[in-house]
């Protein structure tokens, strides 16, 4: 499964700066479809703390589903960012991972 440069920027881009968006479509490469379609045998979240992060102007998956999606972490955190926060806000992005791994490592025996 390939997406074209167009529906990228798009769908995955849209609060990048234009030499972000065209340096990421240059890189993206086509996903096996087995990623979509093969079932899922072992599932962190079921043995791990997780945090989920909502990135709440996405538009692939919108906000609404990954809200649905994050039911099963221990924490969800959100970011006002669309798909792509390691571009569009990274020093944002760093302080939820780290403030993520702190929880993990509090909760954790």
């Known amino acids: 499964m390939a997406v074209g440069g167009a529906t990228a ?4 881009y849209t609060d990048c700066t234009e ?3 065209k340096s990421s ?14 079932p899922m045998t072992v599932a962190a979240w079921r043995e791990r703390p997780t945090t989920y992060l909502v990135t709440e ?9 990954q809200r ?7 924490w969800t955190v959100e970011i006002d ?8 806000h990274p ?7 780290n403030a993520a791994i702190d ?6 025996p």
Not at 9 to 12: D, E, F, G, P, V
Not at 29 to 38: K, N, R
Not at 68 to 73: E, P, T, V, Y
Not at 103 to 108: I, K, L, P
């Open 81 to 88: 960012s669309g798909h792509s926060p390691m571009y569009s």
């Open 9 to 12: 920027a798009h769908a995955l």
């Open 25 to 38: 479509i240059a890189r993206l490469t086509p996903e096996h479809v087995a990623t979509f379609l093969t």
């Open 57 to 65: 102007r996405d538009l692939a998956p919108s906000p609404t589903a």
């Open 91 to 97: 020093d944002e992005l760093a302080r939820l991972l």
């Open 19 to 21: 030499d972000q968006v």
């Open 103 to 108: 929880r993990a490592n509090a909760a954790s």
């Open 68 to 74: 649905s999606m994050s039911a099963q972490a221990t």
